[in-house]
T-cell receptor, first 114, second 116 residues
């Protein structure tokens, strides 16, 4: 099955700054997904990223706060902008990478905002 | 919209005990159903899946059957091990068109701890 490399694996950031998370897939995929997992919570979809078009954001998430790039079929970035402590979470990228609705996840980025 | 409800946790068992984690869903159409596992400090791994009614997914001794009549996908294992300690997530994916195609909706997760 496909492999997604996600980095950084963790970071501690100052409030008001921005962090860009990168995901590289070892095969071409149509759509990539970005999720947030707040401490002790389940995963919440932030947005869906399709190559060559703007990302589609879920309710409660906006492009100014979470800009996403999808320059080609194997790569995507998520930026967490103007961070506050409430943004402290694990952020995961995902892609549908196989037949029969197989989904692969990156290993996650554990973000702490201080 | 689509939703997934898992049994409340955490669940604590002794080694070799029987495990059931309940999962029910609400969805339009015919979703695919998944169980994911998250070991401490790691990302999500697919445990098993089922894509149509009455399908049984199985892996590493875990099983779950897609029950359309009860909209359920309960996870079971006959004899758990300490190494099964993790967080388990039930999820579904829609098959609709448009920009929501293929996104996963997760349950709240169930923490499983297995003691020797």
């Amino acid at each position: 099955s496909a492999v997604i490399s996600q980095k950084p694996s963790r970071d501690i950031c100052q409030r008001g700054t921005s962090l860009t998370i990168q995901c590289q897939v070892d095969s071409q995929v149509t759509m990539m997904f970005w999720y947030r997992q707040q401490p002790g919570q389940s995963l919440t979809l932030i947005a869906t990223a399709n190559q060559g078009s703007e990302a589609t954001y879920e309710s409660g998430f906006v492009i100014d706060k979470f800009p996403i790039s999808r320059p080609n079929l194997t790569f995507s970035t998520l930026t967490v902008s103007n961070m506050s402590p409430e943004d402290s979470s694990i952020y995961l990228c995902s892609a549908r990478t196989g037949a029969n609705y197989g989904y692969t996840f990156g290993s996650g980025t554990r973000l702490t905002v201080v | 919209g689509d939703s997934v409800t898992q049994m409340e946790g955490p669940v604590t068992l002794s080694e070799e005990a029987f495990l059931t984690i309940n999962c029910t869903y609400t969805a339009t159409g015919y979703p695919s159903l998944f169980w994911y596992v998250q070991y401490p400090g790691e990302g999500l791994q697919l445990l098993l899946k089922a894509t149509k009614a009455d399908d049984k997914g199985s892996n590493k001794g875990f099983e779950a059957t897609y029950r359309k009549e009860t909209t359920s996908f309960h996870l079971e294992k006959g004899s758990v091990q300490v190494s099964d300690s993790a967080v388990y997530f039930c999820a579904l994916s829609d098959r609709g068109g448009g920009t929501s195609y293929g996104k996963l909706t997760f349950g709240q997760g169930t923490i499983l701890t297995v003691h020797p």
